[in-house]
């Protein structure tokens, strides 16, 4: 497959970032950049479950041999893709429910968990938040046999409780004062 991406292993992408159509790159962009801060390789492609069938098939039967790990899905309102990827992998999938424009996501939502006993698929949030957190996933998944990515998150889930505790910092000066 082309449109390859990776930042590290010498081009051999880990994680592959799917999609039904270009317009969900603003999403799903968001999984790439939470990769990249691993320095997880990574490959993006737009294949569409109902639109390119063969080559959402081939991308599927082949993502094992091509050293593929984890696939991370862009699921619009019925998650075929996420589905037909997870029937034809034995990767761990993982949906990123698309915030479609008549329910909102909802509808990507419901679809993601309601995969058939024997087709797994992860849902994450819906948009934004569910592709960033379908990146940490991946890295998690791969933490559990690489110590350098463990230790990444490690340094990202210390980085997280730092930022919390610097926000609170700041609301208590802001507001210092004002209760009693």
């Given at each position: 497959m082309?449109?390859?991406?990776?930042?590290?292993?010498?081009?051999?992408?880990?994680?592959?970032i799917?999609m039904?159509?270009?317009?969900?790159?603003?999403?799903?962009?968001?999984?790439?950049?939470?990769?990249e801060?691993?320095?997880?390789?990574?490959?993006?492609?737009?294949?569409?479950?109902?639109?390119?069938?063969?080559?959402?098939?081939?991308?599927?039967?082949?993502?094992?041999?091509?050293?593929?790990?984890?696939v991370?899905?862009?699921?619009?309102?019925?998650?075929?893709?996420?589905?037909?990827?997870?029937?034809?992998?034995?990767?761990?999938?993982?949906?990123?429910?698309?915030?479609?424009?008549?329910?909102?996501?909802?509808?990507?939502l419901l679809?993601s968990?309601?995969?058939?006993?024997?087709?797994?698929?992860?849902?994450?949030?819906?948009?934004?938040?569910?592709?960033?957190?379908?990146?940490?996933?991946?890295?998690?998944?791969?933490?559990?046999?690489?110590?350098?990515?463990?230790?990444?998150?490690?340094?990202?889930?210390?980085?997280?409780?730092?930022?919390?505790?610097?926000?609170?910092?700041?609301?208590?000066?802001?507001?210092?004062?004002?209760t009693?």
């Open positions: 082309s449109g390859q991406k990776s930042t590290k292993n010498g081009g051999r992408p880990l994680v592959g799917i039904g159509s270009d317009t969900d790159l603003p999403v799903m962009s968001e999984s790439a950049k939470m990769l801060k691993f320095g997880i390789p990574y490959e993006i492609e737009v294949t569409s479950a109902h639109r390119s069938p063969a080559r959402t098939h081939e991308y599927a039967s082949t993502a094992v041999s091509r050293g593929l790990k984890v991370i899905v862009a699921a619009g309102g019925a998650a075929h893709l996420a589905g037909v990827v997870a029937a034809i992998t034995t990767l761990p999938v993982v949906a990123v429910p698309m915030a479609t424009t008549v329910l909102s996501g909802i509808d990507s679809s968990v309601q995969m058939p006993a024997g087709v797994p698929v992860a849902a994450m949030a819906i948009d934004k938040p569910g592709a960033t957190n379908a990146a940490i996933f991946a890295a998690e998944i791969l933490a559990t046999s690489d110590a350098e990515v463990a230790e990444r998150l490690t340094v990202y889930k210390e980085e997280l409780a730092k930022s919390v505790a610097e926000k609170s910092a700041r609301v208590k000066l802001q507001y210092a004062g004002k009693s």
